[in-house]
């Protein structure tokens, strides 16, 4: 890796922002840490919301690259996203990487736009659009919530399959990306080393933890009307996501590659693997 300046880390509490800011800092690399929420242990936090536009100045002073984690559950993030991108541009900001998904191409909806846009803007520059998270079984997501209460995963994916990626080796390929003498000026699919189906995560996570989890298959209506009425989530953004689980049912998401491997030298690690860090003996949710 070659020597940065100061990399802004936008999200820097959540999933892959804090993992992004904690490996940047591990490595020496300075930080400033934006959120709205509370800063980040050995990092320089500032305070950061995609619809203040006056906490943006302070955030992007001195500068030279940004991780950008969109707003979450905003429809349409081009809308607030692009204006703070010129706005970086013109502060000095060289280098930019945006977090998108696997299921989102370029041009496509939501930040898809903004993916779009990212070559046009910045000289330097890559688009991380890793698989569906590991910790969505283990964290604060609706799954994860679902598997501690009720033992139960609620999916419109069928049989299809997913390379579910570890949130830690995202932020390892971010970590590159950002740092490396020569950014990828590319979008980088982020897998794990192996595809599974949500009976298969219902499986492991049962013989891992020694606690029953079991899937239940639901319609794209019923998925969509269960995330409304139980993870709260707006119905726009809730059609959107189980429209994501019927295309998962239809192969979308069947697939691995090497890209954690490939940028950061070591294999990315198994849902098993993690599940066995959280908790060897006990329930690891």
Request: proline content about 7%; overall charge neutral; glycine content about 10%.
């Amino acid at each position: 890796m070659t020597a940065t300046g100061t990399t802004l880390v936008i999200g820097a509490t959540g999933t892959t922002g804090s993992r992004t800011a904690a490996q940047l800092t591990a490595g020496g690399h300075r930080v400033r840490a934006a959120s709205r929420a509370a800063g980040v242990r050995g990092s320089a936090r500032v305070s950061f919301d995609w619809y203040d536009p006056a906490t943006h100045t302070a955030a992007l002073d001195g500068v030279d690259r940004v991780y950008l984690v969109p707003p979450v559950g905003d429809p349409d993030p081009a809308a607030v996203m692009l204006p703070f991108l010129r706005r970086a541009r013109a502060a000095g900001v060289r280098r930019a990487v945006l977090l998108s998904s696997s299921a989102i191409p370029e041009g496509g909806p939501a930040v898809g736009k903004v993916h779009q846009a990212l070559p046009g803007l910045f000289d330097q520059w890559a688009v991380l659009r890793p698989s569906w998270f590991m910790q969505n079984f283990t964290g604060s997501h609706a799954h994860a919530a679902g598997i501690r209460e009720h033992g139960t995963l609620w999916s419109a994916t069928g049989d299809g399959r997913v390379g579910f990626v570890d949130a830690d080796d995202i932020a390892a390929v971010a970590v590159r990306a950002l740092t490396d003498e020569h950014a990828p000026d590319t979008d980088l699919v982020i897998t794990g080393p192996e595809t599974l189906g949500y009976d298969d995560i219902a499986a492991i996570t049962t013989e891992v933890t020694g606690r029953p989890v079991t899937h239940r298959r639901l319609s794209y209506e019923e998925m969509r009307d269960h995330l409304t009425r139980t993870a709260r989530i707006p119905p726009e953004f809730a059609s959107m996501l189980a429209g994501m689980d019927r295309a998962i049912a239809e192969g979308s998401e069947d697939r691995v590659t090497d890209t954690v491997q490939r940028l950061t030298g070591r294999p990315p690690r198994t849902f098993r693997a993690l599940l066995l860090s959280r908790s060897p003996t006990g329930p690891a949710m």
